[in-house]
């Protein structure tokens, strides 16, 4: 092969790589957490480095890795399906995370509640036991920050206090309704909101 | 035989202790995941519902690390990562081309990552690119590929020999770096050997298997064997262009001694990256690899202390008598380096 032809064809395949719509088009359809203190979804790709540390550390192998299903620049990214396996908040991937993707945020109630926003439990009425009149509360009892970021109501309906929630899913997972009756809605933006408690204290 | 005589010189067998280096590194990366499968059965406090074989696997990592670890949960933690980025014992260490790219991709300076890069990227400026030749898990299955062409020739098959220009690999690093710019992704990650390899072991061996670095890869032993021999190395890696660069100027490298040279060519045969040790040509590409030492049947090469290459210093004393017997001018290029 020549190599003017071999340089063309380097930057032909380069620009492929570098189209950013399909990714795009791709993330807004999936529904996935991000490890605990992950920054913002649209850093994220810039600041990962795909070392796979987190999921190495990770006790309960709840963190995941892409393959080419989410978009060119999600591949290797970490990621979590809280109803196939959720975080148990024990913090150790931001430990291991040798970049300022993940933030090590201390195994602490008040550094997680505010560090810490994977996304926010959102209960469906219609399908939760509880709302229906047979008293459940298995959500409510796998939550690790219980009466903090979620309460029980009466028959035990789960009510969840959104700005205390981080998303770890353990109430997703414990669910014993399918489709889950309570699900965690990803919050993509959240180091806004961390950058926010930092400005704020 | 004639071998035996010879005095014993450390510096020819330090091509094994590389293969020594290169394996283990190699069993770490399997190694490690298989600990971190072991941590989250441990973790789980379910033995008795792991499987049979899931339970043989879990007494076997147990007799395995139980002497360096009471609390396999949270000692076994000391050893994580690849030759990518790790940790050991509480201390980050990381491939510079790691930070270069994501400081690329993110245009921001994160110092815990620069700082863990520090310490190779400093080696690589005394050493060149011994990373290469001495850690790469890439190299480690590079050289039995290597290893199987020469099988392949020796059935009929010929493995490629083509000739790419060596300075491919830093218009790589050159566009990678553009282009991880440009897309906000560490690109790197996906097209440098050393960490494809890493993650695709601990992917295949503690997640569902293989992910799509694994084709790529395969891509690059193919690519190796049709194309050039190391020719992803040689010609398009761009960590290798990383720390040639850095190791310009290595103050450790190879060098000829012609009064013992017999101008063999064994060592050039050796050289898995193309070099030219016979004629002093080196350069920044050499990896420190030792190959060529050890090929050398005359003990004519050995490791110098010295900012750059000698020019070409002629040809070894068997040349210089066959010269003089034969009464060709000691100025005629017989053994030119640029003809080769």
Redesign the interface.
């Given at each position: 092969m020549h190599r003017r032809t071999f340089l063309r064809e380097l930057v032909t395949a380069a620009a492929l790589l570098a189209l950013p719509t399909p990714s795009a088009a791709v993330r807004s359809q999936q529904r996935y957490l991000r490890p605990p203190g992950a920054a913002a979804e649209e850093d994220f790709a810039a600041l990962c480095i795909r070392c796979g540390q987190c999921g190495q550390v990770c006790p309960n192998r709840c963190i995941e890795f892409f393959g080419a299903g989410n978009g060119a620049a999600n591949i290797d990214t970490p990621y979590i399906v809280p109803r196939e396996q959720a975080c148990i908040l024990c913090m150790k991937c931001g430990d291991a995370c040798p970049t300022d993707a993940l933030t090590a945020i201390p195994r602490e109630a008040e550094a997680i509640i505010a560090g810490v926003r994977m996304g926010t439990a959102r209960v469906d009425e219609s399908l939760c036991l509880s709302y229906q009149g047979k008293t459940c509360g298995v959500c409510y009892r796998a939550c690790p920050l219980q009466d903090v970021a979620i309460r029980a109501g009466r028959l035990e309906q789960p009510i969840v206090i959104a700005e205390n929630c981080v998303g770890c899913g353990l109430c997703e997972r414990s669910c014993i309704q399918m489709p889950q009756a309570i699900r965690i809605i990803p919050d993509h933006r959240r180091a806004r909101r961390a950058s926010a408690i930092e400005a704020s204290t | 035989m004639n071998a035996t005589q010879r005095p014993f010189r450390l510096r020819r067998h330090l091509n094994k202790l590389r293969w020594v280096s290169l394996s283990l590194v190699f069993a770490m990366l399997v190694l490690?995941?298989m600990i971190?499968v072991y941590?989250?059965y441990v973790?789980a406090h379910a033995y008795d519902l792991l499987s049979a074989d899931e339970q043989r696997f879990y007494d076997l990592m147990e007799r395995l690390t139980s002497p360096f670890a009471a609390d396999p949960?949270e000692d076994l933690?000391a050893i994580?990562?690849?030759t990518?980025?790790?940790?050991f014992f509480g201390f980050?260490i990381?491939d510079p081309l790691?930070a270069l790219?994501?400081v690329a991709?993110?245009?921001?300076l994160?110092w815990?990552?620069l700082l863990?890069v520090l310490i190779p990227a400093v080696a690589s400026l005394f050493l060149g690119r011994f990373f290469c030749g001495w850690i790469c898990p890439a190299s480690f299955l590079y050289e039995l590929n290597t290893g199987l062409g020469v099988l392949l020739d020796r059935i009929g098959l010929r493995p490629g020999r083509r000739h790419?220009?060596r300075r491919?690999k830093y218009?790589?690093l050159a566009?990678g770096l553009g282009?991880s710019a440009?897309?906000?992704?560490?690109?790197f990650?996906?097209i440098y050997p050393p960490?494809v390899v890493?993650?695709e072991l601990?992917?295949a061996i503690?997640?569902?298997g293989f992910?799509?670095?694994a084709v790529f890869f395969v891509a690059t032993l193919l690519f190796d064997l049709l194309v050039a021999r190391r020719g992803f190395c040689r010609y398009l890696c761009a960590g290798g262009a990383l720390y040639s660069l850095l190791g310009r100027y290595r103050l450790l490298r190879i060098q000829r001694i012609p009064p013992a040279c017999n101008d063999c060519t064994k060592c050039n045969v050796a050289c898995e990256f193309g070099l030219d040790p016979m004629r002093d040509g080196f350069g920044q590409e050499c990896n420190n690899c030792t190959a060529c030492i050890a090929a050398c049947p005359t003990d004519a090469l050995e490791f110098k202390v010295a900012w750059r290459d000698q020019d070409y210093q002629g040809p070894g004393h068997l040349g210089r008598r066959y010269r003089h017997e034969h009464g060709v001018a000691e100025g005629e290029p017989t053994n030119d380096r640029e003809n080769a």
């Open positions: - | 490690l995941p971190a941590q989250n973790a949960a933690d994580k990562g690849t990518w980025a790790g940790r980050k990381g790691s790219g994501q991709a993110s245009g921001t994160y815990p990552l863990s790419l220009d491919l218009l790589v566009v282009l440009a897309t906000g992704t560490v690109l990650a996906a960490a890493g993650r601990y992917y503690a997640l569902n992910g799509t670095g």
